[in-house]
């Protein structure tokens, strides 16, 4: 028996290593900023970009990059999912009501937006624990640092890049990136 535990040890932890590496954002449900559960699976097949987003933000005019992108290419198989976070200087203090109604009459959001949720500490959600994980994903892993990161993610449901907030929506690099996601994505 000495012999097996190491294996089955073994064998239990790469199982588990190899399953968590097949996790895409489809395995992921949210609440919509309504309050009833948005499956991010519903995304599926599309060029998905997640935003941290918050009300009182220097970044928070990038509201209008955001709905201007999602506009371009929303026809094309792209997503914004704006995802309300109050955990970097309590710049996102409302309800899930009072944020809504900020960002349909200030800034004429009309892409999707969820359910306030937590995106680093303690009682991050899964799906951030998930796009954070640095053993995961290399690539785009690491803690978030502030309000506005945007994380693409391709029609497979893999990550693709990651945008710190300094970064534009509508920056060459950020759009050359949707667009060559989009581009991959038809076969």
């Excluded at 995304?43 to 935003?51: D, E, R, S």
């Excluded at 999602?70 to 970097?88: C, L, R, S, T």
């Excluded at 959001?109 to 949720?117: Q, W």
Aim: contains cysteine; proline residues 7%.
């Amino acid at each position: 028996m000495r012999v097996l535990a190491p294996f089955l040890f073994c064998l239990l932890f790469c199982a588990a290593a190899l399953m968590a590496g097949d996790k895409t954002i489809y395995d992921f449900t949210l609440n919509s900023i309504d309050g009833q559960p948005a499956p991010l699976a519903a995304y599926k097949g599309h060029v998905v970009m997640l935003v941290n987003v918050a009300s009182k933000c220097g970044f928070t005019p990038q509201y209008t990059a955001l709905e201007s992108i999602y506009e371009k290419y929303k026809d094309h198989g792209f997503v914004i999912v704006g995802i309300p976070a109050n955990n970097f200087g309590s710049q996102e203090p409302g309800t899930n009501q009072e944020i809504k109604t900020f960002c349909s009459s200030k800034y004429n959001v009309t892409f999707p937006m969820m359910a306030k949720v937590s995106v680093k500490g303690e009682d991050k959600t899964p799906l951030y624990q998930y796009l954070t994980d640095k053993a995961a994903s290399p690539k785009t892993g690491g803690d978030i640092q502030w309000n506005f990161t945007k994380f693409l993610v391709g029609p497979d449901g893999q990550l693709l890049a990651r945008f710190e907030p300094k970064v534009t929506p509508d920056s060459p690099e950020v759009t050359a990136a949707i667009e060559k996601a989009l581009a991959s994505g038809k076969h």
